[in-house]
């Protein structure tokens, strides 16, 4: 059986915890690979609305065991929030793995990404200010503490010490805040340790048992492809790899063992936070898709900005990942346009460019040339083949599957968990 990843195809927001409900019973392990409770995922069960911060929205499934794997960093104070809030909904949350080797989010990281933001002022990125950037950056400088920190205090309080000796200097004398004691670190990690010790395993060596076992192991990258700290709209990205390499390095598991990359993408297009934005709307078009399509951050509650689908950046992201199948979500949302613009290509200083421009620059100059197509006014919810949307949806889809570079699977058409269209198996 395969490893499958599921990524987003834009800015983030796409409706990823969709696309891992349709493969539902027939995957054995989720797992969340990069970023930390940055980003959440919105599922709908019947009459129940789940948002997920930091969980795989596998843990939603019965049988299916969720894993959190070595890229994610973790803020352990939100895990238990999460695991508790589930636990009083009824939901077993027993499975849950976590990596011994994924990074953890301290109270330091949370302050330090918040005035580090604030001092930026005009030049803000946009974090979310949950110290995400900051865990990342000490894991790079090799100063970052691990799960498996948490079970040997001899090695915990020296490597706090040490992240602290720098960090105290930044707060004190460049940001006029006061310093942070190693002792009330120390003690605050230490008090999840006996909580966290049973979920804790080695998860590489997990998955790759599974997959040796036959199971189908399934990939759920956080944020997008082009918030990837490499290949996004840099700087205004995350701090981890979102796109489908970021599954091999993020969880142990070898690229060669992924057979599948599905990439999840709106029929239109949403950002939140900073950066360039080709499509984004200012009008009443945009304020259409906002207040349709329930544009607010599941994490942060911030509006997203709105605009028009994107076909270059759809076919970025086909070529970065390798996608083998798109999910395309909120076609409902459209319901009741006229015409529907598409952006096919850019104007760069009166050049047309067919693809996403290297220079950010450039991106951030670019003018959307537009196709338009038109609209349709019937409800839609309650469609379940293809045949069953109306002509000019269905013109739509097969007229965005064309200019983006795999081909279109499967279709949401509304928010509950069941209104999906499926034309081609995700897994063949």
């Known amino acids: 059986m395969p490893a499958i990843v599921i990524i987003g195809a834009q800015w983030g927001d796409e409706g990823k915890g969709k696309a891992t409900d349709l493969l539902g019973s027939r995957i054995d392990y989720v797992v969340k690979f990069n970023g930390g409770n940055n980003a959440g995922h919105t599922v709908v069960i019947g009459n129940q609305k789940y948002a997920l911060h930091l969980l795989p929205s596998g843990i939603l499934t019965e049988g299916v065991i969720p894993v959190i794997?070595?890229?994610?960093?973790?803020?352990?104070?939100?895990?238990?929030?999460?695991?508790?809030?589930?636990?009083?909904?009824?939901?077993?949350?027993?499975?849950?793995?976590?990596?011994?080797?994924?990074?953890?989010?301290?109270?330091?990281?949370?302050?330090?990404?918040?005035?580090?933001?604030?001092?930026?002022?005009?030049?803000?990125?946009?974090?979310?200010?949950?110290?995400?950037?900051?865990?990342?950056?000490?894991?790079?400088n090799r100063v970052g503490i691990r799960i498996q920190d948490l079970f040997d205090e001899n090695i915990l309080r020296p490597k706090v010490e040490g992240a602290l000796e720098q960090k105290n200097h930044l707060l004190v004398k460049i940001y006029n805040r006061r310093a942070i004691g190693a002792d009330e670190v120390v003690a605050d990690l230490l008090s999840y340790a006996e909580r966290l010790r049973p979920m804790v395993a080695d998860t590489g060596l997990v998955l790759n048992q599974a997959l040796d076992a036959g199971k189908t192991v399934l990939f759920e990258g956080g944020q997008a492809t082009m918030l990837d700290v490499d290949h996004g709209t840099y700087p205004f990205v995350t701090s981890s790899n979102a796109t489908s390499g970021g599954a091999a390095t993020g969880s142990g598991v070898a690229p060669n063992r992924m057979e599948r990359v599905i990439a999840v993408v709106k029929a239109?297009?949403?950002?939140?936070?900073?950066?360039?934005?080709?499509?984004?709307?200012?009008?009443?078009?945009?304020?259409?898709?906002?207040?349709?399509?329930?544009?607010?951050?599941?994490?942060?509650?911030?509006?997203?900005?709105?605009?028009?689908?994107?076909?270059?950046?759809?076919?970025?992201?086909?070529?970065?990942?390798?996608?083998?199948?798109?999910?395309?979500?909120?076609?409902?949302?459209?319901?009741?346009?006229?015409?529907?613009?598409?952006?096919?290509?850019?104007?760069?200083?009166?050049?047309?460019?067919?693809?996403?421009?290297?220079?950010?620059?450039?991106?951030?100059?670019?003018?959307?040339?537009?196709?338009?197509?038109?609209?349709?006014?019937?409800?839609?919810?309650?469609?379940?083949?293809?045949?069953?949307?109306?002509?000019?949806?269905?013109?739509?889809?097969?007229?965005?599957?064309?200019?983006?570079?795999?081909?279109?699977?499967?279709?949401?058409?509304?928010?509950?968990?069941?209104?999906?269209?499926?034309?081609?198996?995700?897994?063949?």
Request: aromatic share 8%; charged share 25%.
């Open 69 to 140: 794997s070595n890229g994610v960093v973790i803020d352990i104070e939100v895990l238990f929030h999460e695991l508790e809030a589930l636990t009083a909904r009824g939901v077993d949350v027993s499975r849950l793995r976590v990596s011994a080797n994924a990074h953890i989010i301290t109270h330091y990281h949370r302050t330090l990404d918040k005035v580090t933001e604030r001092f930026l002022g005009k030049k803000q990125i946009g974090t979310t200010g949950r110290g995400i950037g900051p865990a990342y950056a000490d894991k790079i």
């Open 268 to 428: 239109y297009t949403t950002r939140v936070g900073s950066g360039p934005f080709p499509t984004e709307l200012h009008d009443e078009s945009g304020e259409f898709l906002r207040s349709h399509g329930f544009e607010w951050g599941t994490t942060t509650g911030r509006p997203r900005r709105c605009g028009w689908y994107d076909a270059p950046v759809a076919r970025y992201s086909a070529r970065i990942n390798g996608v083998t199948d798109f999910v395309l979500t909120k076609l409902d949302v459209l319901t009741g346009l006229d015409r529907i613009p598409v952006c096919v290509a850019y104007d760069v200083d009166g050049v047309r460019v067919e693809e996403v421009p290297v220079s950010q620059s450039d991106f951030h100059h670019a003018v959307p040339i537009y196709e338009e197509f038109p609209g349709w006014t019937e409800d839609i919810t309650g469609a379940r083949t293809f045949d069953e949307l109306p002509e000019n949806a269905r013109g739509y889809v097969l007229a965005l599957e064309k200019m983006s570079g795999a081909r279109i699977s499967a279709i949401g058409v509304g928010p509950d968990r069941e209104a999906i269209v499926v034309r081609h198996d995700l897994l063949g």
